[in-house]
């Protein structure tokens, strides 16, 4: 077991971050820089700014939703398609079981995202997420959530794997 020095709750071994105050356990002495080259249309144009889209598929409109994935820190936005369900994690070498969408490429391991961390699903024409027992924990808008209870999310909606902030949009 290890201690959080800051609330002294309990946490798994190989925990990176306090499930409670959501504090760092391990210190990692690497330090990940990179050189942002900006150019004049990256001044003029927000990155991160998602429009509105309206929840209407949940008002009888028998196609799909489809999710996209727009991660915070780097703005990139991953598209999710042709399945219903996804599972989110990490890819490690010689690991037997991966995940649909592999969150690596976004510093996934120091931010303390799990091999197979959570889940998104398309239950009758909703969105939930489901924590898979990952090391870390799963937050939606904040709030963390019990491991194996699906919760319904929305569009706009924010959930972090460990510290991994991503953006939840629902197109219809």
């Not at 997420?129 to 937050?139: A, E, F, I, K, P």
Request: hydrophobic residues 40%; aromatic residues 4%.
């Amino acid at each position: 077991m290890i201690i959080c020095p800051n609330c002294q709750h309990k946490e798994l071994q190989g925990a990176l971050f306090c499930s409670e105050c959501g504090a760092q356990l391990v210190v990692i002495d690497v330090l990940n820089t990179r050189t942002i080259k900006k150019t004049p249309s990256d001044l003029l144009e927000p990155k991160g700014v998602v429009p509105p889209v309206s929840n209407s598929f949940k008002m009888g409109k028998t196609s799909e939703p489809s999710i996209s994935l727009h991660i915070v820190d780097s703005g990139q936005v991953v598209h999710l398609k042709d399945r219903n369900e996804f599972t989110l994690g990490r890819t490690v070498e010689g690991q037997p079981i991966l995940p649909d969408v592999d969150l690596t490429p976004f510093d996934a391991f120091s931010l303390g995202v799990s091999r197979l961390h959570a889940a998104l699903r398309i239950v009758n024409k909703d969105i939930v997420v489901t924590d898979l027992g990952s090391s870390n924990g799963t937050r939606v808008n904040g709030q963390k959530i019990v491991p194996h209870v699906d919760y319904p999310i929305s569009h706009g909606d924010t959930i972090a794997l460990g510290k991994l902030k991503i953006q939840i949009i629902i197109i219809q």
